[in-house]
């Protein structure tokens, strides 16, 4: 099944029953063996001939590109193991992935504890997490989900030519949120919000009536998309980082939950995909007192917090 634009808004009317309770980033430098395969260019090809698309010969004789399995893996043994076992798994993306004729998302359900329903969501750009959000949240009102796992995945290698201007990543990253059916631990999902066809000359309208109605102190991530515009007042703002398109908000998110300062803050994220004008929202509240996130592994967000390259 195929669905175009966002789904509903997930709204108030009752805090969704999982609660995000752990996050994961990770910048992976270098690139995939798989990169290098041959079958790569012949994929590719077949894939771009019938729009007369060129094929990248620097990515594909460089070897370029990195394997979303693996860095899909790294956010699984870091969230996961056989005491934490996953009801849902969702996997998002944008660029291709460098073997796209596999099925990573049902591939990776096969190791993940619990053994999942997974599927992947792409071709929405920035809205895909958003996307997978709301889905989670869906499955775990229905009690099909007591624990999901959201894993967005970018790598910064395109092995065709676009056919017009696109948002390519900086580098190959993950960032990863566990949500978790807890007893009041974590944060719970307040409200999910959405917007199609934003034009560039109403997007700060728009982000004054979605932001509107936050709660008081709320810390507002700004995602990537919407690097260069002016924040709307009301808010203490943070930026995501701008060469990390489609992960860069949600490992922007997973800092501030493991920040002790920000424990007692509700967070909210909101994010535009340029090419689109789809601008979403979502926002969670703040942690119960003694409660909040902590990273297992320091250098987990260390990634995040780099300047650019």
Known sequence: MRVHGPLPATTSRAA???RLTAAHALDLPGHSPLAADPDLRTFTA????????????????????QSYATLARHAIDALTGPTRPVDLLLMVYATPDVRPGQAVALHLA???PGEPLAFAICDEGAGAAFSALR????YARTGGARRALLIAVEQADLHHRPHRPARLPGRHSVAALLWESADGTGRALLAADSR???QDGH????????TADLPERTLLLLGPGLAGTEPPGGQETRTARATSPYTGGWAALGAALTDPALAGRP????DREPETGRIDLAHWAAAEPGRHLTAADPARHRAVAEPDR
């Open 135 to 138: 889905i989670a949240d869906a």
């Open 203 to 210: 997007v700060a309208d728009t982000l004054k009536e979605l």
């Open 46 to 65: 077949d894939l771009s001939r019938p729009y007369g698309v060129r094929l990248d010969e620097d990515a594909l004789t460089g070897a370029r590109g």
């Open 16 to 18: 969704s029953p999982l």
């Open 110 to 112: 096969e190791s993940c």
């Open 196 to 198: 199609s066809n934003i």
């Open 267 to 270: 967070l909210a994220l909101v």
